[in-house]
């Protein structure tokens, strides 16, 4: 890797390496059986401080730099992918977010717990008729005295079940698109807020992934995140750090499945020899270490530049984009290595392919990555 990482990055990936291959890994194929939430794993990397890595020390968090974060996070990838999206969305969207617009009092009441692993937090954006395109969201919170009145579905929420403190969005200005659009902070057993349907899914089995539905959901002033208008942009901002993290865990997987598929090539033999003798072999080999090394340049760099202060928008979709998709073809040529064995669920390389499948569409499809792309070229 041409990075030079510190001494300290050093440490945690090591760390965090460790603990992965030995308490994640563990459970990861039964879990992704039985669809169990991974709470064991999330206790003991609370313990570690991998729930809120990038939080400052005084609000429980580590205080770590986004490199560390990236090299943790695929680190978790590695065993277990649906643990590592829970710790993407606690670290990237929900902590950075109150972290960066919060209030001290919300900072107190959710960035601590949530730092601290106690608790697990989720981003409410995505509606049933609005995904890529978030800005005709049609959630309202409608001022009433000094509160608010929530009331609209959020769909796909990463641990919508199992979270215990929510950032919404939702028009509290039905004219003013984007602008009209605020974020609130909203602790999960507040009345009106009601978890809906979960998504049986290809993949992420032990991530819960929920309805969130919000009924007259009355808030108090005091748990809307930045001012009333600054939803959009809350989102957005998160967003860009979200996709250096789904980026991280496309690396974490698709070493998974690369090192999977050399152990196999290793010892599979045909035609009288390893597979791995075999050219065919040799040069797919080849171009998935070459894809990852690709992909994690892309990612360390994008992590890099947030970590220097410097706009990253652009290099956290780019690397978003390319290590999503290459996690894509990385795992689909390690099933093609295993042959017959990589479509069963004796090999972990068919949970990889499966779990791999929605990173190039949450958090931003490939296409919207594009888009933020082309944009920041095309001026
Ligand atoms: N940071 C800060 N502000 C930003 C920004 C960013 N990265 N990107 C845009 N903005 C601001 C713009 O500056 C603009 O503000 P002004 O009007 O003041 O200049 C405003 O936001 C609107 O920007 P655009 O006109 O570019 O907005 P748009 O409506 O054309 O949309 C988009 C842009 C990039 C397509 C955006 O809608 C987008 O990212 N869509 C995808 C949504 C997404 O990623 N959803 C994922 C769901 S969450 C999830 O999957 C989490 C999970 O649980 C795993």
Redesign the pocket.
């Known amino acids: 890797m041409s990075f030079k990482l510190s001494d300290e990055q050093l440490m945690i990936q090591s760390m965090v390496r460790e603990f992965s291959r030995k308490v994640v890994a563990a459970t990861a194929a039964e879990r992704d059986r039985t669809k169990e939430f991974p709470w064991d794993n999330f206790k003991q990397m609370g313990e570690l401080g991998l729930m809120g890595m990038m939080v400052p020390t005084e609000y429980e968090g580590e205080g770590a730099d986004a490199v560390s974060y990236v090299l943790a996070l695929s680190e978790i990838a590695y065993s277990c992918a649906s643990t590592s999206?829970v710790m993407s969305?606690q670290n990237s969207?929900v902590c950075e977010s109150i972290n960066n617009f919060g209030t001290e009092e919300q900072k107190q009441e959710f960035l601590v717990p949530l730092a601290s692993g106690e608790i697990i937090g989720a981003?409410a954006?995505?509606e049933p008729d609005a995904?890529?395109?978030?800005?005709s969201q049609t959630a309202t919170a409608v001022r009433d005295g000094d509160h608010y009145i929530l009331n609209g579905t959020k769909r796909?929420?990463?641990s919508g079940k199992n979270c215990k403190a929510v950032i919404v969005t939702a028009k509290t200005d039905e004219t003013a698109g984007?602008k009209g659009i605020s974020a609130f902070l909203v602790a999960k057993e507040t009345p009106g807020l009601i978890v809906g349907h979960a998504e049986d899914k290809m993949g992420l089995r032990a991530s819960d992934t929920t309805d969130l539905i919000f009924e007259n959901c009355r808030v108090p002033g005091s748990a809307i995140l930045g001012k009333e208008g600054d939803g959009?942009?809350i989102a957005?901002?998160g967003?860009?750090s979200?996709r250096i993290g789904i980026a991280a865990q496309s690396l974490g997987v698709a070493q998974a499945a690369m090192d999977a598929s050399v152990k196999y090539a290793k010892k599979r033999k045909q035609f009288g020899k390893p597979i791995s003798m075999h050219q065919g072999i040799r040069w797919q080999i080849a171009d998935m270490a070459t894809q990852i090394e690709a992909a994690r340049q892309l990612v360390m760099s994008a992590a890099a530049m947030k970590d220097r202060k410097e706009n990253y928008?652009t290099q956290a979709s780019m690397a978003k984009l390319f290590a999503s998709e290459m996690v894509n073809k990385v795992t689909a040529r390690a099933i093609q290595i295993h042959g017959g064995y990589g479509f069963t669920k004796d090999y972990p390389v068919e949970r990889f392919y499966r779990d791999a499948r929605v990173f190039t569409i949450?958090?931003?499809t490939s296409e919207?990555q594009r888009?933020?792309i082309s944009?920041s070229i095309l001026k």
Do not use: R
């Not at 995904?131 to 800005?135: I, L, T, Y």
């Open positions: 999206v969305v969207i981003f954006l995505t995904g890529s395109d978030p800005v796909f929420i990463t984007h959009f942009k957005m901002s967003l860009d979200g928008t949450y958090e931003g919207i888009i933020v944009n």
